[in-house]
């Protein structure tokens, strides 16, 4: 597995007529570990959706591994390249169980071992909708490694200790920290910051390097 840089170059993403992201550069080296920090709204989620396909770029563009994505094929790549840890549940979803979004990342061996290292492996018979926040971080972050094990070659995460006690924000940092992949990492959590390589801090849709 080789980590893959990622590029985000004059990358503007607009909700109606609200700019929530406003031509943001951010070069990631392969293999670097970023903490992207900033205010409540100021465009962290919607900047790493949009390298995801997961939100429309109005203008600029995203590269991972020096790749663009625009055709169907390429956004399929796209998310196996990058793992993904979503803040919360996206509304609306199917009853999922906690053993098929394990088994969705491409290595199911892979991510219950780490569902056995972050304390959630008792649930895999288990609805999403009914975990807790911090159990429903913990299975997120077992699927993202898993994904990692598959081959994913960069991993983002939208607040994974948010909803954590102590312990688990001090294992999480320290983890991710461990991963031989690049990281982007949106955190208001100081022990995340540190573990990081470099804090970039998001304010009103712009960027700024701390
Ligand atoms: N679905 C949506 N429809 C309309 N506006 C949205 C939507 N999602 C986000 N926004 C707006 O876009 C801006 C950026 O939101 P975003 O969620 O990217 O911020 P954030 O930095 O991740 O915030 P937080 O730290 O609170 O998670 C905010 O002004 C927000 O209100």
Known sequence: MTAAAIKFSGVTCRYGRR???????????????????????????????????????????????GRPAATHGEWARRRRDVAWVPQRLAPGRFPLLVDELLDSGGNPVAARTAATRLDVAGLGGRPLHTLSGGQLQRVFLARAL?????????????????????????????????????????????????????????????????
């Open 146 to 210: 898993g994904a990692v094990a598959a081959g994913a070659r960069a991993l983002f995460a939208d607040e994974p200790t948010a909803a954590l006690d102590f312990h688990g924000q001090e294992q999480v940092a320290a983890l991710l920290a461990a991963l031989p992949v690049t990281v982007v990492v949106v955190s208001h959590d100081r022990a995340m910051s540190r573990a990081c390589d470099r804090v970039a801090e998001m304010a009103a849709g712009k960027l700024r390097l701390v």
């Open 19 to 65: 700019t929530a992201v406003d031509g943001v550069d951010l070069d990631v080296a392969a293999g670097e570990h970023v903490a992207l920090t900033g205010a409540n709204g100021s465009g962290k989620t919607t900047l790493l959706r949009a390298a995801l396909g997961l939100h429309p770029v109005t203008s600029g563009s995203i590269t991972v591994g």
